[in-house]
Structure formats: C-alpha cells, structure tokens
C-alpha cells in the first residue's frame, strides 16, 4: 500500500482529540451520498417520465403520417399504401381517416376525435391492437345489421357512463343540406369495447370505427385523411419522410411524431436540465464540507506534518495525503449514494408506489428509469467535485513550517 494512502487511511480510522472534526467528516460523507442519491432519483423520474410518454404516444400515433398539400384529402389511398409499403425503412403503413365530433351518453356529452381505421392494416403502425379491451380490433369490420361497431376510449366510455353493448350517437360538422339548412351529420354507433392506452389525452377522446364508418360520418367518400407509416428508426423519421415524400412525387407533405410533440419533450428536457443543477447543487455543499473537515485536519495535524517533513517526507507527498483523505470520503459517500439512488429507482418503479393523476401528469404513475451513462456521468461528476475540494486544504498542508510549527512544543 502507497504511504500517502496508508497514512490518509490511519488518519480516518483514528480517534482525535476533536471529536467534532469526526462529526463534520461523517456529515461530508453523508451529504455527498444524499446528494447523489437524489440526483440519481431525479434523473432517473425524468427519464422514466419521457420513455413512458414516448413510448404511449408511439404506441397509439404512427411514426410518420403523410397528408395530400390538396385540402380534399388523399382518393386513391388503396395504391398509395402499396407504394409506400415498398419502400425501403418502411415496415407499415395504412390509411388513416380524422375528425372531431360530439357524442351523448347516459352520464352526459363529451366531444371526441374519431379515427376511421382498416383493423388489418393498423397493427402494422401503431400498437392499437394491444391496447383494445372487451374485444378484439377485428370487432370493427364485422358487418351486422344495425349501428357500426365503435371503440372508445376507457375514460371516454367511463365519462359517457356507456358500455360494451350500448349505443351512442356521434355528431360531426360535416353537414347536410336539407330543407331547414346545413344540419349536422349523425351517426349512432354500438359499442363493441373500449381502448386504454395510458395516456389520458387519448382515453379520455378518442374513438375508433372502420375507415368506412368515419368516411360516411365525415362526408369523405373514398378519401382518407392522411397514410400513417411506421418505419425502421422512428428517430431518423425526419430524413425517412424526406425520402418518402421524394419518392411519391409532389402534391405530399409529412409530419411525423417529434414534430407533432416537440413542445412536449422540450419542457420535459428543460424540466430534466433544470431539476439536475437545482439538486447537483447538494453535492457541491457537502464539497464545502469536505474543505471545511480537511482545514481542520490539517490544523489538528501540523505537528504530525512538520515531524513528516523533517524525516524527509516531501511536500507533495503532504499534500497527496490530504488529497486522498478527502477524495476517500467523497468516494464512500458517492458510492453508498450511488447505490441508494439505484435501488430506490428499482423499488419506485417495480412497485408503482408513487400514484398520480392521469389526467394532469398524462400517466398514472411516475416511472423511474435510470439511465447507465447518466449514472456514470453523476458518478464521476460527484468524484470530481470531491476531488477538487481537497485541493486548497492539501496545498496549505503542504506550505506549513517545521520550524514553526513545532517552535513552541
């Protein structure tokens, strides 16, 4: 074992006459170890919190969606999902029809943003087929007599105070003409089961018939509102849709789903920021500690230190001593934070334990995910600062005069 080490080791380890110095070094090591803890659980909350949203919003909404620039819509959407199926980083695409209504239901009326969909060819972008409670997204192109069949979003249907079995009727702004005016257009519907996805905003609005139910509903014969497409890397979507719009030729524009949630992921991404420099700042106070625990070693000290020097020890082996004696103290404490921080994360996040409300936070619960290199980066982050705060009390240990030191002893 090195001699600084050993002697920064016995320096620990020993009981002084100030027992209070003992005192600041536990607090020093406890502070560094909160502090990282909490980093860690903080990071881990925000990160958490973006996969969750990210990964609900991917599972309703497709990658990349591509719109007619002509307001009418997109007429031979059949051969247009053949073409783009064949291109190349494109692993599905269907066709897509929207619009915005309003239903009435036992516990009252609600508006609701109807999806016309092709069940076959949904589950090839979005992971609606999964999510579909009570039945089956193949309900949709039964063909009985009587209303079309209809999924609702699970706290749409709660709201409505309908379930599986009932009829609701849906009114859109499509209008007809008739001898009074423009009327709204209505449809009634069955509800075949209901849809839960997780994300409040589509539970608590949407609605999913057959592409051919919404086409009537809307007034859109034979149209589609848009192809919805899933590719191969749904964070290279902007370059893809490039390529895709290139390919079908003009009169085609794209949006995709990081456009569509930029704003979204940006305040997260500020929140993230912010809330690791607000708690980072712990670990810098329990740095001041660790100079303020040093100072007092080094004046308990001088004597030991001056006897050192005399018997040829060299300055910079004073310092390194100092060094190592708070950068240890750093190290314990950042460890057992680190730990702290990795376990509280698997326990928040395997039990669910801490509830919020779907309909503020988007979520039901508050997903911890820790991230291996942002573990890493708060780890060496933490080392760092610790390291540096030894430097200043280890120079001054270096400097002190044997001579004066031990001139009155």
Known sequence: MPFELRVALRYLKARRKQAFISVISGVSMLGVAVGVCALMI??????????????????????????????????????????????????????????????????????????????RLETTVTELGTQVKEASLSVLEE??????????????????????????????AAGKLSPWGMLPRQQSFRVAGTVRSGLWEFD?????????????????????????????????????????????????????????NQSLFAALWLEKIAIGITIGLIVAVAALNIIATLILMVMEKHQDIAILVTMGTSRAMIARIFMLQGTLIGAVGTVVGGLLGWASCYVLDRWKLIQVQADVYQVSYVPFKLQPDEAAIVIAGALLVCFLATLYPAQGAARIDPAEALRYE
């Open 143 to 172: 063909e009985t007599e009587g209303p079309a069949p209809i999924l609702l979003g699970y706290d749409l249907a709660r709201n409505l105070g309908v379930g599986t079995g009932d009829v609701i009727k849906i009114m859109s």
């Open 204 to 260: 608590s609005e949407w609605a999913y018939v057959s592409l051919s139910a919404a086409q009537r509903l809307f007034d859109q014969p034979a149209h589609a509102s848009l192809i919805e497409i899933r590719v191969d890397d749904m964070y290279a979507v902007d370059e893809i849709g490039e390529q895709v719009v290139e390919a079908l030729g003009p009169g085609y524009v794209s949006n995709n789903w990081i456009q569509m």
């Open 42 to 119: 903080a990071l881990g909350l925000m990160t958490g919190l973006q996969g969750e949203i990210r990964s609900r919003i991917l599972g309703a909404t497709a990658h990349l969606s591509i719109f007619a620039s002509a307001s009418e819509g997109i007429a031979s959407y059949e051969d247009l999902v053949e073409r783009v199926r064949k291109l190349p980083r494109v692993e599905g695409a269907a066709p897509a029809v929207y619009g915005k209504g309003l239903t009435h239901g036992p516990a009252g009326s609600s508006p609701v943003t109807v999806k016309g969909i092709d069940p």
